[in-house]
């Protein structure tokens, strides 16, 4: 299972930090990725990290502003949003990479999403 | 590019069979996969790679990829079918992953 939580209503330019929590699987072994649903929109990748905390890479809209790291040893994912915009408003979801060891773009686990609103 | 274009929608009478289609130039180098999303759930993995189906998955569907075009057929298809299908890949570098618009499927 994944659990994200974290998400609530900010300002624009104020900071969140969401979590992930993981369990049922060897999260260690997996890449994972934070993606995210506009209201009325399709999805949007915002971020991905390999298993070992390295190779990491963003989405042009965030890069520079979100950052993702992960806890091996809490078995939890986290994305530190900085300088949040209005246009950040969506349900932010964790996912799971497919295959061990490996970074593909097929995501087999999704947690429920956490809802982050930016509004002054 | 660094684009994936689908169909914003599409119909299907119940029982019938609905292809929907996913294209972009990175598709020539990575696989797809296939989501299905439903109001007020999580997607949920449809098929990836070579045409495999997710676990769980009904026999009714099945994807396909030849070249920059990737394709979802839903054959038979059910009421509990009607969803938003996304398809992704990844950029033309690898690095980063990329969705398509996609699609809305209704069922008449």
């Known amino acids: 299972n994944l659990l994200e939580s974290g998400g609530g209503l900010v300002q624009p330019g104020g900071s969140l930090r969401l979590s992930c929590a993981a369990s049922g699987f060897t999260f260690r072994s997996y890449a994972m990725s934070w993606v995210r649903q506009a209201p009325g929109k399709g999805l949007e990748w915002v971020s991905g990290i390999g298993d070992g905390g390295g190779a990491i890479f963003y989405g042009d809209s965030v890069r520079g502003r979100f950052t993702i790291s992960r806890d091996n040893s809490e078995n939890t994912l986290y994305l530190q949003m900085n300088n949040l915009r209005v246009e950040d408003t969506a349900i932010y979801y964790c996912a799971k990479d497919f295959r061990p060891g490996a970074r593909d773009n097929w995501f087999d686990l999704w947690g429920q999403g956490t809802l982050v609103n930016v509004s002054s | 590019s660094s684009e994936l274009t689908q169909a914003p929608a599409m119909s299907v009478a119940l029982g019938q069979t609905v292809r929907i289609t996913c294209q972009g130039d990175s598709l020539r180098l990575f696989y797809s996969s296939w989501y299905q999303k439903k109001p007020g759930q999580a997607p949920k993995l449809v098929a990836y790679g070579r045409g495999i189906r997710a676990s769980g998955i009904p026999e009714r569907f099945s994807a396909y990829s030849s070249g920059n075009t990737a394709s979802l057929t839903i054959s038979e298809t059910q009421a509990e079918d009607e969803a938003d299908y996304y398809c992704?890949?990844?950029?033309?570098?690898?690095?980063?992953?990329?969705f398509g618009g996609g699609t809305k499927v209704t069922v008449l």
């Open positions: 992704n890949s990844r950029d033309s570098i690898g690095n980063h992953v990329i």
